[in-house]
């Protein structure tokens, strides 16, 4: 790896015949109530890059990229635009310099079409609009930069790539120069993610700035030509030449110290079958959610379903948890069935779940962290909260977890220190011995650091014997650790492979529906 800068550094350094500099920040400072989330941070985008903003959750790059785009203002510090000192007060005010950004959540009107979204919002429309002209202009800012798309498509009706190429023509229409792309590749299957890559590298080829906001690891080093690391709100190192970036030295500079995240496998043969679904079925209002689903789990083995968000695992997860009451089909936990039994059944015959849904199903938020850990514990109506006081302590500081004592409120946690409460709870095990684990998106929201802890647990659970079902729209997540990877789409399971020997490509299309995979 080739850095241009080194830990506890705090300005980028350019060789001479660097591209001239497109947008600076100098000192910037950004509070919040008791947070200080940008603290004298430097960055700087050239003409025709690619430079990323890395950092775990709440390190500070987004709140970076807002007031670069007019969205927040800083309390401290200078803004320049092509060397010229500049304010921001809003994001209208950013566009006017050439500067927008495309947010992780999409901005758009589903009713209305590509052309009306994109042109939404624009001051220089006349009151009545000329529709072909106004495709015609919309469809020639996409084919300039290589970002197909059909003006006269109904947004609701496009995929969530094609939507975000929406958000992208639409930056670009208004007049974008430098784009600030927000975890970009969070919603997207992996054909979605390469073809992003190919339409950034297609502006920056025109003279385009992107600032690609991320915290994955392996994209990063793949997509910038140079990235800066934030950590707590400050730079700790940048990285300069493309394809030098390392990733355990970015890891490492994102959490100050080494980062294992290889990929692990069950080390032990698997044992039983713990789960077994056979011909699961869910109809909600009339829609076939889940179709004829069937596959098992076995003690000792983790098996992976990945799948977009919004095909069916969420409702798999809640069927086999007991929350939800398949319309045919049956499911066993150990031998016993559980179908229709209900949730508290579940639990008795060994089930831990990790839902998606953490402070609407996983915990309740008027709650304190000790009354949330003992929520599957103990259904005696006195519970001696006492006694279990230390054992909070304990996970408290085993997960990391950013409170101030076990009676913190759950509703004052951020959400990856909520997802921590959640696993130290399930992982801990409770009042009946856990045979089962269904965990969905464990790691969503936690820093790389976190995530390392999080496969350790599992890992670990895996080797003491667990059957383990991870469900989670995270690839690298179930390619990682999965002894056997399921696909999910529209409801129903479309591939099966080892995990060992898991092709990402098809997987991916899969996942995309491409493909129907011997299930």
Not at 411 to 424: H, M
Request: glycine share 10%.
């Amino acid at each position: 790896m080739t850095s241009s800068a080194h830990e506890g550094a705090q300005g980028p350094h350019h060789a001479s015949g660097a591209a001239p500099v497109a947008l600076e920040a100098i000192g910037i400072v950004k509070r919040f109530p008791g947070v200080l989330a940008n603290d004298d941070v430097n960055f700087d985008i050239q003409t025709g890059e690619v430079h990323t903003l890395l950092g775990e959750n709440g390190a500070g790059k987004s709140t970076l990229a807002s007031m670069l785009c007019g969205l927040y203002q800083p309390d401290a510090g200078r803004i320049l635009r092509n060397g010229v000192p500049i304010e921001l007060p809003s994001p209208r005010a950013g566009l006017q310099h050439g500067i927008a950004m495309v947010h992780q959540h999409f901005r758009l009107v589903d009713r209305f079409t590509v052309a009306e979204n994109v042109v939404l919002g624009s001051r220089d429309l006349s009151f009545k609009l000329n529709r072909r002209e106004l495709n015609d202009a919309v469809a020639a800012v996409a084919d300039t930069y290589g970002l197909p798309v059909d003006p006269t498509a109904t947004v609701g009706d496009l995929s969530v790539g094609q939507r975000q190429r929406v958000e992208i023509v639409k930056a670009l229409y208004q007049g974008a120069e430098i784009l600030l792309l927000d975890e970009p590749t969070a919603v997207l299957v992996p054909a979605e993610v390469e073809k992003l890559f190919e339409n950034v590298h297609a502006m920056t080829q025109t003279g385009k700035s992107v600032v690609f906001i991320s915290h994955k690891l392996g994209e990063v080093a793949r997509i910038s030509d140079r990235v800066t690391v934030l950590r707590n709100g400050c730079v700790t190192g940048h990285v300069a030449s493309k394809g030098q970036a390392d990733a355990k030295e970015l890891a490492r500079l994102m959490v100050g110290r080494d980062i294992d995240l290889a990929a692990q496998r069950a080390s032990h043969p698997i044992g039983h079958e713990v789960l077994q679904i056979r011909d699961v079925n869910l109809t909600m209002n009339g829609v076939n959610v889940l179709s004829n689903i069937s596959f098992n789990v076995h003690e000792g083995e983790m098996v992976g379903i990945a799948g977009v968000a919004g095909n069916g695992q969420r409702e798999l997860a809640d069927v086999i948890a007991g929350l939800l009451s398949p319309t045919s089909g049956t499911i066993s936990i150990g031998g016993a069935m559980s179908t229709d039994r209900g949730p508290i059944a579940a639990r008795e015959l060994g089930l831990a779940y990790v839902p998606e849904d953490r402070l609407g199903v996983g915990l309740v938020p008027s709650m304190s962290i000790l009354d949330n850990l003992l929520l599957t514990r103990d259904r005696n109506i006195v519970v001696d909260r006492a006694s279990v006081m230390p054992e909070a302590t304990r996970l408290i500081d085993e997960f990391e977890i950013k409170a101030n004592g076990p009676e913190h409120m759950a509703r004052k946690l951020s959400g990856g220190n909520a997802q921590k409460v959640l696993l130290a709870r399930e992982l801990s095990g409770g009042r009946t011995a856990t045979k089962l684990l269904v965990v969905c998106s464990p790691t969503r929201g936690l820093d790389v650091g976190a995530i390392e802890t999080v496969r350790r647990l599992l890992d670990d659970a895996r080797s003491a014997g667990q059957a383990i079902l991870l469900i989670s729209e995270d690839l690298d997540e179930i390619m990682s650790l999965a002894d056997r990877v399921l696909v999910i789409y529209r409801g129903a399971i479309v591939h099966e492979t080892p995990g060992e020997t898991a092709s990402l490509e098809k997987v991916g299309a899969a996942m995309a529906g491409l493909t129907q995979g011997s299930a």
